[in-house]
């Protein structure tokens, strides 16, 4: 499992407001910080001692920053790609380069004698990374990460996103994508409409936006994109991408039996692996059960994203847990338990056969 990693701006805030957050992201499993110095206006001196004071904070309690630069900032500060001490100094664990060089220059920043990380940008698709690798980099150092999206309906699609990420994939290149927090209400730039690298996940629970990246395996570390994310947002994607089962969120109809919430929510559940397009099985359930009774009731008619158990009157089915990924006709004998999160119901296009699930109650 990756890293888990938040944004701050120190230009936009200060740094007590930022030290609170460090602190309590922290305090939730989180371990990378994303900032960016694109460009510094007035004294840069003033902003760089800004930047240094919270990086240092972050490296003291185990937080390693990556800083967002481009080649405009190199000229500005007269720094030259073949010496980052600067960056050093700044007590940075790598840099991110927001517009690459010609590949030459990734490779040669690679081999940096402070082992600083150089993070390339994976958005765009082209055939940058294996022009980079045509260099022969230090690859422990090179690592990738998608562009986050303040505008909205800019973000990248789920097909150019699984394009470009596959290449990096390939080489083995440490990745990272952006999730956005609801509560979040600055980043870089002026405007900003939540910052996530896909298009699909703005609007979306932080929950859900990092279970879809848990279910792909594709990318090693998140990180949230915007400032600040609330202290339920920050416990909440460390639940989805650190515990040891992804979890699937759902709403409980009503009068549920405990004996059915025991199924539902005290179980780990296994996605049987001779899969059925009508539903998704977890059938360890039906003879730890066997012996309790399970009623008929909610016996409508079922629909995708459905939550169900077998009642008594299904046999030897008994108490065995299923995801609806179709309509189906109930025939009395499947109790409709709950219904999986609106927002959440496209997860079941990645959950695999063989592999591990928990649900839990979205509040």
């Not at 460090?22 to 939730?28: D, F, I, N, P, V």
């Not at 290449?167 to 994508?177: E, V």
């Not at 299904?314 to 990924?325: D, H, P, R």
């Amino acid at each position: 499992m990756g890293n888990i990693g938040i944004s701050i701006y120190p230009a936009k805030s200060t740094f007590e407001q930022d030290k609170e957050y460090l602190e309590l992201a922290r305090k939730y499993g989180f371990t990378r910080i994303f900032t960016s110095l694109l460009e510094i206006d007035g004294n840069a001196d003033e902003v760089i001692n800004k930047f240094k004071k919270i990086i240092e904070y972050g490296n003291s309690i185990g937080m390693e920053t990556i800083l967002d630069i481009n080649p405009g900032l190199f000229k500005q500060l007269n720094i030259s790609y073949d010496d980052l001490g600067f960056f050093k100094q700044l007590g940075a664990y790598g840099i991110r380069l927001d517009l690459g060089f010609t590949g030459l220059e990734e490779a040669q920043m690679t081999k940096n004698p402070y082992d600083l990380k150089i993070e390339v940008n994976m958005s765009s698709g082209t055939k940058y990374l294996e022009n980079i690798l045509s260099y022969h980099p230090k690859k422990d150092n090179l690592y990738a990460s998608h562009n986050f999206y303040p505008q909205r309906y800019s973000g990248i699609s789920q097909s150019h996103f699984e394009e470009t990420t596959a290449l990096f994939n390939k080489y083995n290149i440490h990745t990272a994508a952006f999730v956005t927090s609801q509560q979040g209400e600055f980043g870089p730039w002026p405007v900003q409409a939540g910052l996530c690298t896909l298009e699909q996940h703005r609007h979306l629970p932080i929950q859900t936006q990092v279970t879809h990246y848990r279910l792909m395996e594709t990318i090693d570390d998140l990180i949230i994109g915007n400032a600040y994310a609330a202290e339920n947002e920050l416990k909440a994607m460390s639940e989805a991408y650190l515990h040891l089962h992804p979890s699937l969120e759902i709403k409980l109809s009503e009068g549920i039996s405990e004996i059915e919430k025991k199924i539902i929510f005290e179980e780990i559940h296994l996605y049987r692996g001779d899969r059925s397009e009508y539903m998704i099985r977890s059938t360890s359930t039906r003879i730890k059960y066997k012996q309790e009774n399970i009623p008929p009731h909610h016996t409508e008619s079922i629909k995708r994203g459905d939550i169900l158990i077998c009642n008594d009157y299904f046999g030897q089915y008994k108490g065995e847990a299923q995801i609806a990924l179709k309509e189906m006709e109930n025939e009395g004998n499947r109790n409709v338990v709950g219904h999986l999160a609106e927002d959440s119901i496209f997860l079941l296009d990645y959950l695999k056969p063989w592999s591990t699930f928990q649900f839990s109650l979205r509040v």
